[in-house]
């Protein structure tokens, strides 16, 4: 069976965010989280949802560059 909750240790180890950010983040709702007494703990299946959802789309960039340099090669800057 997979592990479906993981601690904060475990979610800074998995996604490689300080702890620190990943309690900013859950206190400001950023990210889901479970708070039982001191512990929080993070389902792994909304961490894979939200690093997803923080990829950046690199076709995009790469339009960007290209109308980037065709408008100097042009001289349109």
Same mark, same amino acid.
């Given at each position: ?6 601690? /904060? +240790? ?15 983040? =859950? #206190? $400001?709702? %950023?990210?889901?989280? /479970? +708070? ?13 949802r939200?690093? =997803? #959802? $923080?990829? %950046? ?20 800057v």
């Amino acid at each position: 069976m997979k592990k479906r909750y993981a601690n /904060i +240790k475990e979610v800074s180890n998995y996604t490689s965010l300080p702890v620190k950010t990943l309690y900013d983040w =859950a #206190s $400001l709702g %950023r990210i889901p989280s /479970i +708070k039982l007494g001191r512990r929080v703990l993070f389902d792994i299946e909304d961490i894979d949802r939200i690093m =997803a #959802s $923080l990829k %950046r789309n690199t076709n995009q960039n790469e339009k960007m560059v290209n109308k980037i340099v065709g408008d100097i090669l042009c001289g349109n800057v």
